[in-house]
């Protein structure tokens, strides 16, 4: 007598449960400390180079204070995107994290509400259309001493604007290193591809993975549709070394 073949999920069933499990860690956040609510992060952006935003968004998320990284972890790390020289604005609004070039800079975890005047200082981003991306795999080192740890991603590129771009990349390199995936001194290597197959992906996509995996999933073409747009994995264990 044969068994009850197993049913695999739906592609949909399968981003929903994971897009699920995220939502419940967001919920749990970091730890068990009083945090403050309704955080938000501004980045300002005077020239994009895809690398250089990958290190300074794993870089921020490691430099922010532990209270100020839990709380804007559960608002799902929120972030703006402002268009403008940061040194522009230096004397009244100085960055936590800038990249050497000082074309990207990080401001906050603040409310919403003390970004205000930064955002009336520069303004709201808008990316030149579908982002251009390194035809080669990326190696983007985070910065500190060499962790010898290699940390893979994928992100998809095919029909997303560069506004979008950093979006769905900054949540999901900034929440990795929140959740102690990303550590100073690790090598992210970054694959760009027109799509994330979920077939490609199936292993990273199961719940029972969520501790070591990130993952970015928003809505596709259509609101019932969920579209993978960004995969990482990490042999380091959530907190672990």
Request: overall charge neutral.
């Amino acid at each position: 007598m044969s068994g009850t073949p197993t049913v695999e999920p739906t592609d949909t069933e399968l981003l929903t449960a994971a897009a699920q499990a995220r939502a419940r860690a967001v919920g749990d956040g970091l730890g068990d400390r009083a945090v403050q609510r309704g955080l938000t992060v501004a980045v300002a952006v005077a020239d994009l180079d895809v690398a250089a935003f990958i290190s300074g968004a794993a870089a921020f998320a490691l430099a922010t204070p532990a209270d100020l990284a839990d709380g804007w972890y559960r608002t799902f790390t929120r972030t703006v995107y402002l268009a403008g020289r940061p040194d522009s604005v230096a004397a009244r609004h100085p960055h936590r994290y800038a990249t050497a070039d000082g074309d990207l800079a990080w401001y906050g975890p603040q409310p919403r509400g003390e970004l205000r005047p930064l955002s009336r200082l520069l303004r709201a981003f808008r990316g030149p259309g579908l982002i251009d991306v390194p035809k080669e795999p990326l190696t983007v080192a985070v910065p500190g001493t060499p962790s010898g740890h290699v940390v893979d991603a994928a992100v998809a590129t095919g029909g997303v604007s560069t506004t979008e771009y950093l979006v769905h990349v900054h949540h999901l390199i900034a929440e990795a290193a929140l959740r102690g995936l990303v550590r100073p001194g690790d090598i992210l290597r970054v694959e760009h591809r027109p799509a994330l197959g979920t077939a490609d992906f199936r292993d990273a996509l199961d719940p029972t993975r969520a501790g070591s995996v990130q993952t970015r999933i928003a809505g596709g073409t259509a609101p019932d549709r969920p579209r993978l747009y960004g995969v990482l994995t990490s042999n380091r264990p959530e907190g672990g070394d």
